[in-house]
């Protein structure tokens, strides 16, 4: 090989070399299955970027009802769930498709209602205000999704024992965000989780009727799915989220999340 081969081959090896250094090295991404409000309420906005700064990591959100969200958890789509349902959760513990459950933050509910609150809602008792808004025939928006959200508003429901919920009641088999865009369009009723009603940009003539009740209470948890049960499950990775949202740092960073000076989500990882 004479001299200006040797130079052609060398710069060719030199360059390949120097391309293969600018090469970005591609972020592992996981798949998290979670409740709308989480996304909604711009708390992942806030939290994710803060997540793949400490980590390197891009999670991936599957926006859906918990309902819905377990259900992609359980078929392998999603390599760690995030919702708000701790029946529904401790089944999927018991179920083999989690190993374990760790809280992770609170909000609570609050039921929204036109200001002038024809039904005479408004107070601190979410039974006592179920109870008026079907003597009334009241108009209330049901998410029907099998979400956290629904499932809470169910259960109030029956501690009403209330079979008949009113001529006025609709479910929209919906997200938190349309639930509460249906409801300002027809000035109706609607439960909702606090943050994303916070964060909710058309209210119309809305506003919150019933709160402080402690069966308003709005826990938070999150699960890595089982590789057991997935074997093609992120479970290193997705474990890493898990540590890194209940450790200080994470708790600091929800609980850092406000819109308007509210706090939207309050950490209790470790209460």
Not at 13 to 35: D, H, N, Q, R
Not at 54 to 75: E, F, M, N, P, Y
Not at 226 to 237: C, D, E, F, Q, T
Not at 242 to 253: A, E, I, L, N, R
Request: proline share 4%; charged share 20%.
């Amino acid at each position: 090989m004479n001299l200006l081969t040797t130079l052609k081959y060398g710069a060719a090896f030199t360059g390949l070399s120097a391309a293969f250094a600018m090469a970005p090295v591609k972020a592992e991404t996981i798949t998290m299955a979670s409740t709308t409000s989480t996304e909604q309420s711009g708390l992942f906005a806030h939290l994710l970027p803060a997540f793949k700064a400490a980590s390197g990591i891009d999670i991936k959100v599957v926006a859906q009802g918990t309902g819905q969200a377990l259900d992609t958890a359980r078929r392998g789509d999603a390599d760690v769930v995030f919702v708000h349902d701790q029946a529904a959760e401790e089944k999927f513990v018991s179920e083999g498709y989690a190993v374990k459950r760790y809280p992770v933050m609170y909000n609570d509910f609050v039921l929204i209602g036109p200001s002038a609150d024809p039904a005479g809602a408004k107070g601190n008792d979410i039974v006592a205000a179920l109870n008026k808004l079907a003597a009334a025939n009241a108009p209330f928006i049901s998410r029907g999704d099998k979400s956290g959200t629904h499932a809470a508003e169910l259960r109030y429901w029956k501690q009403a024992g209330l079979d008949n919920k009113g001529s006025g009641y609709k479910e929209c088999g919906c997200g938190m965000g349309p639930a509460l865009n249906m409801a300002s369009s027809m000035n109706a009723y609607v439960l909702s989780d606090r943050g994303t009603w916070l964060s909710f940009k058309n209210p119309g003539d809305l506003k919150v009727l019933v709160e402080g009740d402690k069966k308003l209470f709005n826990q938070y948890g999150v699960m890595v799915v089982n590789p057991a049960k997935h074997a093609h499950v992120k479970s290193a990775a997705a474990q890493k989220f898990v540590d890194w949202v209940t450790s200080k740092p994470g708790q600091d960073t929800i609980a850092s999340y406000k819109i308007n000076g509210q706090q939207l989500f309050f950490p209790n990882a470790n209460p």
